[in-house]
């Protein structure tokens, strides 16, 4: 599946991948399109077999702060205020236990017999921490690790982070005086240097090998740092970060964890739709993890599982990785999403597509599938970057519609960029026409 790797109709951000059995599941919140608002009051669980991660399925809500359409609400102190946010699940002893993040209430634990669930509300969070520690008991982004010898942490905090040891005979019971605050520092140290190793908020902690890493959204909050320790209760020290879904692209809060799938190691992250921060799709990236434990940055793509994309499929615009100028992914219905705000030098970019060997001509077709918006533009092709070899023109016209133009034949894997252009200097008003949509993009296919 290319990015995101979900259904196209799905909004799960805050996505914590684990693996158990034969299946990879993700654990997330659950986003609207053009929500004016953070999450719902629904947590949702998706998986697919190790071997065809291209065979999504969806397990539905897993646990809810409100009654819904076929459901009560899972927990009876909650209210139209309590949304849920960013959960987690681990396995302990057979057992899947959820933790669940409910903003403007004490948080809880839930359990089941199977990694999918349902899932049962197993206790409200039992502490002696100071509520000045927890927000009073919100417990806010849980990440849980259950660590070889049994013992199990708990890692939390928005603008201040916190750890500590849970019971693992009841799993919900903070022990006493294993409260560490600032696990990841907010202010400099020698081992965290500077804003970008700072932290904001999204702590999920995973073990590999002998080394703790805890993955977390630093001050800079489109990105996903990580830090390593020895000891899952630190020190810790900033490595780097892994992914950034702010650059050349429009970037918001991210939250998301790493997992290894079939000797593969990924980063699950998401990224922002329909204008607005509220409203995320969940994404996925390949990483190494280097002999030293460090994980060199990767950049987004439209691959999400896949090596490389098919040009001669047709391709979906809302899978664009670069979107600079203010073109924006907007669902229309749930049908149809599009790149919108097409304005005059905005740019469009899609990581990688395999164009394969050379098949013997000079020249093949592209198609683009476009709403018009009443005024003639001009489409730049382009291949490796916004200023990389222009390929070929497509001219669309006031109505848009599919529009198919000869364009430089190549092979190999490139990236392409479309760049937008238009010839009107002014409109009948005088007002330049650089602010105004030039159309919308639908999709696209090469053809030999």
């Known amino acids: 599946m290319p990015n995101p790797y979900l259904p196209f109709w799905e909004y799960i951000p805050d996505g914590e991948p684990r693996v158990f059995g034969d299946r990879i599941y993700v654990y997330g919140s659950h986003d609207n399109a053009g929500s004016v608002k953070f999450c719902d009051y629904v947590l949702k669980c ?38 849920l946010y960013a959960p987690d699940v681990v396995e302990k002893d057979g057992k899947y236990y959820l933790y669940a993040y409910i903003i403007n209430s004490i948080g809880c634990v839930a359990v089941s017999d199977k990694p999918e669930g349902p899932f049962r509300l197993l206790s409200k969070y039992k502490y002696t921490i100071p509520d000045e520690i927890c927000c009073n008991g919100w417990f806010i982004d849980p990440g849980v690790l259950v660590d070889d010898d049994g013992r ?16 693992s005979d009841n799993m919900y019971e903070v022990l006493d005086g294993t409260c560490i605050e600032h696990i990841i520092p907010i202010e400099k140290t020698e081992d965290f240097p500077d804003d970008d190793s700072l932290f904001f908020e999204a702590c999920s902690p995973r073990k590999v090998g002998d080394t703790y890493y805890l993955i977390y959204s630093p001050k800079r909050g489109s990105r996903l740092a990580y830090a390593t320790s020895d000891k899952p209760t630190g020190p810790f020290k900033y490595r780097g970060y892994i992914v950034d879904n702010g650059v050349d692209y ?13 000797g ?16 995320r799709r969940g994404c996925v990236e390949k990483i190494e993890i280097l002999p030293d434990g460090t ?7 439209s691959l999400g599982f896949e090596d490389s994309l098919d040009p001669y ?11 600079k100028g203010g073109a924006v992914v907007t669902e229309k219905n749930v049908f149809e999403r599009v790149v919108t705000n097409v304005t005059e030098d905005c740019v469009i ?8 060997d050379d098949f013997g001509s000079k020249t093949m077709e592209l198609s683009v599938n476009v709403c018009g918006t009443g005024c003639d533009s001009i489409l730049h092709v382009l291949i490796d970057g916004e200023d990389g070899e222009e390929i070929g023109q497509i001219r669309i016209g006031r109505n848009g519609g599919a529009v198919t133009e000869r364009v430089r034949a190549v092979t190999g894997r490139h990236s392409v960029f479309f760049k937008a252009a238009t010839e009107y200097p002014r409109d009948w008003s ?5 602010n105004r949509c030039l159309f919308e993009l639908k999709s696209f296919v090469f053809m030999k």
């Open 46 to 83: 998706w998986s697919a077999p190790l071997n065809n991660l291209n065979d999504w399925v969806c397990h539905g809500d897993i646990f809810r702060t409100r009654e819904t359409a076929d459901y009560p609400s899972d927990t009876d102190w909650t209210n139209e205020t309590n949304y």
């Open 152 to 167: 199990t942490y708990i890692y939390c905090g928005y603008e201040r982070s916190f750890m500590a040891e849970i019971n």
């Open 250 to 262: 429009p970037g918001g809060n991210d939250h998301g964890s790493i997992v290894q799938i079939n």
């Open 264 to 279: 593969q190691w990924y980063i699950f992250y998401h990224r922002m739709t329909n204008g607005t921060i509220m409203s």
């Open 295 to 301: 994980i060199p940055p990767v950049e987004m793509t």
């Open 313 to 323: 499929k047709i391709t979906p615009a809302e899978i664009a990785c670069v979107l």
């Open 349 to 356: 970019g899609y990581k990688y597509f395999d164009f394969g």
């Open 430 to 434: 005088g007002e330049s026409f650089r």
